[in-house]
């Protein structure tokens, strides 16, 4: 411990920090302390005091602050900490606080910290759910409560939420991972706009001598036994949970139906009673969303003018399944098995540095922009008349490097990811809150062109595909064959999805549209929300697989960005 706060350097960014809104944390840490100052320690019940009485809320701090710790303690270089940790209290040391307060409890929890310190960006992290599970994937009282938080329904402020997406039953991991399957989401998980966080895991080493004849109950890079799914979900109307996995640990079992939780299967974290220890093992899918909220917090520091849509989309565009998790939900591979696989680890695993950086050989754009879903119908004059219909369309003409793209080899294969992040706001007074078209306010669609397909082309697409969709029937796709997820991504509020193609035909797809689609703002115009502004954050990345390949430097000098020059020293 002494020789981590040693190489540690707590460079903190005065107006970026972590919110954890759980048990309390013991900031007498040594490795706490620096992070987590008292003022910065609160409970929604200040009779509950800000002391952690269960040791959860300590163990979710150690991990926001510096990650999995064990390899922070088996590294020697230099550690920076550049954001910051609070602490709200919403958990009772005694009882457990009423079903109906839930989200009333969450929603002040929150209050007191932006109240405490109202300049900071916060990531608001939370890793408490509800073991009953009845809601299964309908919005409750809660989950509609975290929507109407995150997407500033009284304020106008967004804020992004990180949570778990909850663990599975102790009685059903012997039937992993079938039970993993029919294990729901739980609630508040079924959120709309927070990033519900599942679990995965790369531990399958047992050196404990007492398990020697113990084996790992998940593959390596498998899904946790921790982890629950949105698998029993029904299809094409819910959200797609949780988006994204991280480490959540692993099981040894004996082969005899014997199950143990192992230290060496396991994360490590700080302890809340640091007289008797400093470390303790962490798992389930509370260290995962504790992970996710670091990942955020880093991308918020270096990235200030971010939005909280934005670094939602980076953490979802910067993950891929690894060979675990594709060996063991994709099947064939098809869209159909693609569709199962999004539903049980979401997009796969966030790669951090993915999300900060571009190499050579890869390069990412970002847009921030508003954009009015709705208006008054109009005559031919521009008069307004009875009815609501769609109104804006955004379309983007991409900077691609065209010269570069056609003069690779024929047939080189290129990948181009899109991702498109927006937060709704929930159908006021629960009133159908089973129809996703009168629980979300709107909905947005990215569409790209197909090689040989113009814009206007591109447009009169779009435009059909809306009219069919107004008219019940499912809307127009643009050409599948390209895309690896195709129409199961337009699920919740967060899509993204994997074009892949030839260089060539990447030259010639270089216009993206975000249009929207109907919610309750046009269908319960009523409400006067109808002409309401709705913001988003769109990414797209392409990536060539050769190293030589520089498609970042050509972009960079025509939209005016100064590329830094190599000098031999």
Known sequence: ????????????????????????????????????????????????????????????????????????????????????????????????????????????????????????????????????????????????QLDQITAGTDDDIRRLLIISAGNTDPAGWAMYPDAQLTDSIHDPGQSWNALTVGAYTELDAIQDRTLKDYLPMAPKNGLSPFSTTSFCWEDNKWPIKPEIVLEGGNLAHDGNGFITECDDLSLLSTYYDPQNSHFHPFTMTSAATAQAACMAARIQAQYPDFWPETIRALLVHAANWPDGLWQQFSGDGSKTALKKLLRICGYGVPNLERALFSAANSLTLIAQAEIQPFDKKRDDVGKPISGYRTKDMHVYELPWPKDVLRGLPDGTGVEMRVTLSYFIEPGPGEIGWQDRYRYASHALRFELNSPGEGKEELIKRINKAARDEEGGHPGTASASKYWKIGQARDRGSVHSDIWQGTAQELADSNIIAISPRIGWWRERAHLKRWDRRARYALVVSITTPEETIDVYTPVATQVGITVPIEIPV
């Not at 701090?61 to 020697?76: K, P």
């Not at 209050?111 to 299964?136: F, G, L, Q, W, Y």
Request: charged fraction near 20%; glycine fraction near 8%; aromatic fraction near 4%.
């Open 1 to 144: 411990m002494r020789d981590l706060l040693e190489r540690t350097r707590y460079e903190l960014v005065p107006d970026v920090s972590v919110c954890i809104l759980d048990t309390g944390v013991n900031n007498g840490h040594p490795i706490i302390g620096p992070v987590l100052s008292d003022v910065d320690c609160q409970a929604v019940d200040p009779s509950w005091g800000t002391h952690d009485h269960d040791k959860h809320g300590t163990l979710m701090a150690g991990i926001a602050a510096y990650g999995n710790l064990v390899e922070a303690l088996s590294e020697n270089g230099p550690i920076n900490l550049n954001h910051r940790l609070e602490s709200v209290k919403i958990l009772p040391p005694h009882g457990a606080n009423p079903t109906e307060l839930w989200g009333y409890i969450t929603s002040q929890g929150i209050s007191r910290a932006e109240i405490n310190a109202p300049e900071r960006k916060r990531i608001h992290c939370m890793a408490v759910a509800a073991a009953d599970t009845r809601d299964r994937r309908r919005p409750s009282s809660w989950s509609g």
